[in-house]
Nanobody, 118 residues
């Protein structure tokens, strides 16, 4: 599976951005897809994930502001980010866990920069 992200950029606080991640290859093996982010000097953290059954999970810091969804038979995911804050500034990485439940393997995209200015 190969992941390609798009949609990052620079936005003022309070603004919105939409990230997309398209998966290709053996997409039928995808169990979970999601977004993670890493700010300078900080560890990578989960932002939002969406499972094969469309259930979702969000980090507390983005609940009510970000929405994860999927299209194209589950091969593309989106992250709608509203009410952006400077603390949301980070490199955002698309992630997919693929394979059988007993031996899932994580795949990462190249990352896309999101910068929120004051």
């Amino acid at each position: 599976v190969h992941l390609v992200e798009s949609g990052g950029g620079l936005v003022q606080a309070g603004g919105s951005l939409r990230l997309s991640c398209a998966a290709s290859g053996s997409t039928y093996e995808i169990a979970v897809m999601g977004w993670y982010r890493q700010a300078p000097g900080k560890q990578r953290e989960m932002v939002a994930v969406i499972r094969r059954d469309d259930s979702t999970l969000y980090a507390d810091s983005v609940k009510g502001r970000f929405t994860i969804s999927k299209t194209n038979a589950g091969t593309t995911i989106h992250l709608q980010m509203n009410s952006l804050e400077p603390d949301d500034t980070a490199v955002y990485y698309c992630n997919a866990f693929v394979g059988p439940d007993s031996s899932l393997m994580g795949i990462w995209g190249q990352g896309t920069q999101v910068t929120v200015s004051t």
